[in-house]
Every structure is written in C-alpha cells, then in structure tokens.
C-alpha cells in the first residue's frame, strides 16, 4: 500500500494525516510519524500497514481520552466505559486509560474525595454519597477515605432542618415528609433522630 500524501492536521495540534492510495486516512502523531519514519510515496507492507492501522487506532483513543477528561473530571473505569461506547475495544480504552493515569489526568483517589466534596455541598449523606461513588465507577477500597470528607457533627442535617422550619415547630405530617427527604439525601435514621432530637422532636425507634 503505498502512502498518498501527509499533512499536519489543522484541527489537532501534534496530530498527522497519512493518505493512502485507496483513499484511507489515518490519524497519528507527530512522534510516531518520526517512529516510522514515513514519507509521501513509501510503500508499506502487509505488516509496516497493521502495524501504522494499530498504532492509529491507539493514538485515536488516547485523543479522545483526553478530550473527555478535559471536559470533566472522571473515574478510571468510567474513562474506559466511556470510550468504549465510542468504539474503541477494551485494549485500547485500558491502555489510554493507564496512559492518562500515567501522566497524572486521571487520579481516582483524588477524583473520589472532589466527588464526596461535591457530594456534601448539595446537602448528601453518606448513603447518597456511597451511590455516586459507585455510579461514577470509584473503586470500592476508596470509599471509606472519600467518605472522610463528608461532615460528621450532624451539621447537614440541623442545616437541612433549619432551612425548612424558619423557627417554627412542625406538624406530624410536615416532620415525616422532611424526614423521609433526609433518608432520600442519604443520612441514617439514627442521625435524623438525633437531629430532630435538636429541635426539641422525636422520632420513634427505627
């Protein structure tokens, strides 16, 4: 197969566009167009061409991947499902996956704790904020440290609370509504007890 024509590409800085002859176009880098040493003219053989068409397809998955963590940040896992969902096989999306956590774009243990943060600042318990961990593909051995970050002295809740009743006592109907929000934000029963127990209210036993 015999290489058409390259150029650099004007809408990715780094990256090249190797035109072949049958009209096929592949995307690579600046560094591993030096690796190959390629030219306009060349002829690749059975192998030179597999070996360019795979080293293409790596370097297309590890371009998405940075433009997807560029946007937000994101787990390892959700990385690799994400690109995954763009086409790229389970090698490649691993490979791009470690190569971003390699050079320091990815973190999970950091990521975990800006997302238990996030979590607290929408008002969430530890319940709620176990579910986005999981949702968002944060290995289960970092919960408990992301978990650190959320408040321990029941502030949350009293905020919670406070901001609803403005001073005034509640009606039964009224307290089994805002409790049921709590248990739905993810606080245990026990915490909620405590917290009306504040207020001068009482729950039953759980």
């Not at 035109?19 to 167009?33: H, K, P, S, Y």
């Not at 795979?54 to 690109?83: F, P, Y």
Request: proline share 3%; glycine share 10%; aromatic share 6%.
């Amino acid at each position: 197969m015999r290489i058409d024509r390259i150029e650099a590409s004007r809408r990715k800085r780094g990256r090249v566009l190797v035109f072949l002859e049958d009209g096929a176009l592949l995307r690579i880098t600046e560094q591993e167009l030096l690796d190959f040493g390629l030219r306009p003219g060349d002829e690749l053989d059975e192998g030179g061409l597999a070996r360019l068409k795979e080293a293409a397809g790596v370097s297309n998955v590890k371009v998405t991947a940075a433009d997807l963590v560029g946007r937000r940040a994101m787990s390892r896992r959700e990385l690799e499902k994400k690109l995954m969902e763009k086409g790229a096989s389970q090698a490649e999306a691993q490979y791009a996956s470690q190569w971003m956590e390699a050079i320091g774009a990815i973190n999970d243990r950091e990521y975990a704790a800006m997302l238990a943060r996030h979590c607290a600042g929408l008002g969430y318990g530890p319940a709620r904020t176990r579910e986005k961990l999981r949702e968002k593909g944060v290995p289960r051995e970092l919960w408990e440290e992301a978990l650190a970050e959320l408040p321990e002295d029941g502030g949350q809740i009293d905020a919670f609370l406070a901001s609803k009743l403005r001073g005034r006592m509640p009606e039964e109907r009224e307290k089994k509504r805002l409790t049921d929000a709590l248990l739905r934000r993810g606080f245990s029963w026990g915490d909620i007890r405590s917290a009306w127990g504040r207020f001068g209210q009482e729950l039953p036993e759980d």
